[in-house]
């Protein structure tokens, strides 16, 4: 579609200077144009981060004095049981938030697949509608279902005979509270991603298939899941990389154990310890010290996931 | 889609499920539905009753006449109006902002070749695994030497960075716009701003529509940093105001629930409008990815 | 499409020219309008009230008030605009958390360059000595202290065949035990929880009496050293063990739905906890009553008045205080909010002692307070009080919870205190 009337407009005839003027301005246009971006970023993405690391070599108050204290914050990490207890919470909500949601997701999509599904785009965007609900909201909601005496969740359980589950006090169920906060959340998100790789898949892949006697799990396991390889591979690595920072949920969903997400911290994720020690205690070279952990722990996990998806190898019949 | 023509000369069809739809995947349907919007109908519930009445049990599932009670209170507790105006005023510049933006820098890196691209763009890339929380304590001091505290510039501002934009948007201009099409405009003397602004950007501006309502809907949401940084209730955003209305009487569900609906509403509200765009950029972005 | 795109793009310079060029609200403040200032406080104390009470009477001042949040979320937002933002003219800070702002007093104003030295004598002596430095300069001005007493329902005393009056209930419990043990009938009777939870309701109440907290009298850490602290530790453990507790967190949503609903019958209630209860539980009107806590006195809570150095707007600030925080002040918010106030002149004022209150069955609200804070032994609140009361609480309300055997929890409850104070 181009327009060409416009492009010819502008060039009649350019003189010599012109034309190294432009030729100039043409070898900036690459940079001025990333350059927004990487303006921004330096000043409030990079800075702040390699700044972050700084801060962790000191003993930093922001209403006091700041010593400078080298590696010690990080020695003082690893004997630490809260950092571990809080790396224990991230881990077990994001498996928990995140194998179930993908595993639903798929399984949704395989649904919403059906040819002549009626009102199909109704369908779609009501299970995008999670997604675009406020966070802080929700968790407030979900709170309240999951509350130990007058909860929904504990009145069916109680109707099923079973004693009420105090989900903030006990440290699964309070991982399985928020994994079902986050899992609620970006279902639907992940549903549709997958629903149009879905689509995509060539139908005489599964005649074929059928013909040779392949049953539908055996077509499921070797034509549908190794087609959906790029998308799953997506899916893993945005999913642990958004699941290992969780925050809002912990903070909101426990309101009056103030930062620690339990009386003994039971679902204080990496991030929202972060926090505590930063902002809740002031602790800023401690709290950048968490942060630090935490860049390297995401790095670390988003390769490997990666490396064990991309394995996923596809198969003939 | 016909079928009768079920003979292997007719092309391939994209879809399973030739003969009418299962009854079972309706119901399934119909639970997926449920699931994701009971949470919210549970939230007006709450919001149209009481406290008292939420922690009821069996519990109360039918809406009550408190509504305007409650919303009434919202609104006098803290500035909610004020609190609206604020959120949409953010959510539209970062929204705005960023399909811009990224479309600036996708089109760069995907159409235009310099020295140091690569590198560029991997550094793009790996931004994507900084978790915001993070910087928030060196971005405060920073945007207090600015004296951007209290401001929404400091929340508009930090949000227009979005890795995955760029990384979208590179995605798109590089499948939607050939290099032919960017040959032919060059050999028409055009400039690189004049085949961006007047040839690549209409091409995949829906796909920047799209980016901008991603933009707009986490700018709407976002929680951490207008919480940090926006300190006044008249700068309030609206997430911001349903904290405040959680902390104002000793965690009192009905306020806390009405705001929450109220703060949710323009979001659903636009949702019927741009749903479908969403649902289509999401899958669109899936098929190309 | 192209002209939605336009338009958005348009609308949002438009928006961004409007947020860019509309000055920050501080700037509102400050020398070109020198009668409005800004005021944080924390919610949940109604201080609302007293502010709109104070602009009716000056109808030219503008007060901004923000109420931040919980007590510990406002000295946090304090410390953190310390840090480098935007500080208010006007903050109330509360006891526990003072003493850490009092370690950096370059924060503050010496509140005694604007005339603080000569009211200073109008306070309570051992609430006014927490706002002085060693220097002598003075960083608060005490707004109220808590006293203590218990609430309870003449209702479900009745019910349970407990006595109703608050003369008789309050000889029912001169000791703790004895409390644990009108609990213990009460659960028998009624098979219902009798009080709110062991945590906040008997640690907080009982540790708050004692003639030394966490720090001794050379102001050295001594939480785990002293006594008294594990007296009251061992005593919440005892009180846990007899099972009459509803293990709600004070303060939670359950709480507070438990307070309409009657799932406990006796709460610990400070003065200030009387407006909770009357904002929470609107509908149990007239179905309380307050009775004495046992061992008969102590105090819980209490907050100052401080202004921040960098404030623009101090002399503002300091006519408020100077005005609603006067003996007068205070009494006239006793009379509408019930906060029990540091200046003792006006406790023996007749609008005080004769006060009564209908929302709990016309109980002499002013009576019952002052006599709980006379008699007590002031103790030092240092700068790690705050922390460690948390983690002493956590550690009771994980063993309430039970998840913490009560064997092991002072252990626990140490280990979590070391680990707190960390750095």
Sequence with gaps: MLRPTAAAKATAEPTRQRRIQQGFRERLAPYAYVAPFFVLFLIFGLFPLLFTFYVSLFDWDPIGERTYVGLDNFAELAHDPRFWGALRNTFSIWVLSTVPQLLLALGMAHVLNHARLRAATLFRMSVLVPYVTSVAATTIVFAQLFDRDYGMLNWFIGLLGFEHIDFTASVFGSHIMIAVMVAWRWTGYNTLLYLASLQSVSR?????????????????????????????????????????????????????????????????????????????????????????????????????????????????? | MNPTSTTTNAPPRRRRGVGRVPFLVYVLLGLMVFASVFPLYWMFVVSTTDSATAYNLPPHVVPGGNFLHLANLVFTTVPFVGALVNSLAVATAVGVGQALLCALAGFAFAKLSFPGRNTLFLVVVLTMTVPAQLAVIPQYLIMSKLGWVDTLQAVIVPGLVSAFGIFWMRQHIGSTI?????????????????????????????????????????????????????????????????????????????????????????LLVLFVFVGRRLVQGIMEGAFKG | MKRVVTTAATFAAAVLLVVGCTPGSNSDTGSSDSKAFEFWSFSAINQKLEVDAYEKKHPDVDVKLTEVGSTTETAQALTTALAGGKVPDL??????????????????????????????????????????????????????VGGMAVAYRTDLFKAAGLPTDREQVSKLWPTWDALTEVGKQYVKATGKPFIDNTPTSIF??????????????????????????????????????????????????????????????????????????????????????????????????????????????????????????????????????????????????PRLVERTDPFFSNAPVGKIYTQSVVGIKPFYIGPNDATIGTELLNTLTSVEQGKVAPDKAWDTALANVKNALRG
């Design chain 1, 204 to 317: 005489e892949l599964y005649e074929a298939a059928a013909v040779d006697g392949a049953s539908g799990w055996k077509q499921f396991r070797h034509i549908t899941i190794p087609s959906l390889r790029p998308i799953i591979v997506f899916t893993v690595v945005t999913s642990t990389i958004g699941g290992l920072q969780i925050f809002t949920e912990p903070l909101l969903a426990n309101p009056v154990g103030g930062l620690t997400c339990g009386a003994a911290r039971q679902c204080q994720t990496l991030t929202l310890f972060l926090y505590e020690q930063g902002f809740g205690r002031f602790h800023f070279g401690y709290g950048a010290a968490v942060g630090v952990a935490l860049f390297v722990m995401v790095v670390i996990v988003s390769a490997i996931n990666y490396l064990l998806v991309t394995r996923i190898r596809s198969e003939r019949p």
């Design chain 2, 178 to 266: 050939d290099d032919e099409l960017m040959h032919a405009a060059r050999v028409d003397g055009a400039t690189t701003w004049q085949i961006f602004w007047r040839v690549a950007f209409p091409l995949v501006r829906p796909a920047a529509f799209v980016l901008g309502l991603f933009g707009f809907v986490n700018a709407w949401n976002d929680f951490l940093w207008p919480f940090i940084v926006l300190k006044s209730p008249d700068r309030y955003t609206v997430q911001i105001a349903i904290k405040a209305l959680q902390n104002s009487r000793d965690i009192d569900l009905g306020l806390a629930m009405s705001g929450s609906f109220l703060a949710t509403l323009p």
């Design chain 3, 91 to 144: 903050v109330l800070i509360q006891g526990d958390d003072l003493p850490k702002f009092m370690q950096s007093p370059e924060n503050f104003v010496d509140l005694s360059t604007l005339g603080a030295d000569k009211i200073k004598g109008d306070y309570l002596e051992w609430v006014m000595k927490q706002s002085v430095t060693a220097d002598g300069e003075i960083i608060g001005i005490p707004t109220d």
């Design chain 3, 204 to 349: 907080f109440q009982a540790v708050n009496q004692g003639s030394e907290r966490y720090y001794d009298a050379d102001r050295k850490l001594s939480y785990d050293k002293n006594p008294q602290v594990k007296a009251a530790f061992d005593l919440t453990l005892k009180v846990h063990a007899a099972g009459i507790a509803a293990k709600q967190t004070s303060f939670s949503s359950g709480w507070t739905a438990g307070m309409t609903k009657g799932d406990f019958a006796v709460m610990s209630a400070p003065a200030w906890m009387l407006n909770a209860i009357r904002t929470n539980a609107p509908k149990t009107e007239g179905k309380w009553d307050i009775a004495t806590v046992p061992g008969g006195s102590g105090n819980w809570g209490g907050s100052y008045l401080a202004i921040p150095k960098r404030a623009k707007n101090a002399k503002a600030a300091w006519d408020y205080i100077a005005e609603m925080q006067a003996p007068e002040g205070q009494l006239a918010n006793f009379l509408t909010k019930g906060n029990l106030p540091t200046t003792p002149s006006v406790y023996t004022d």
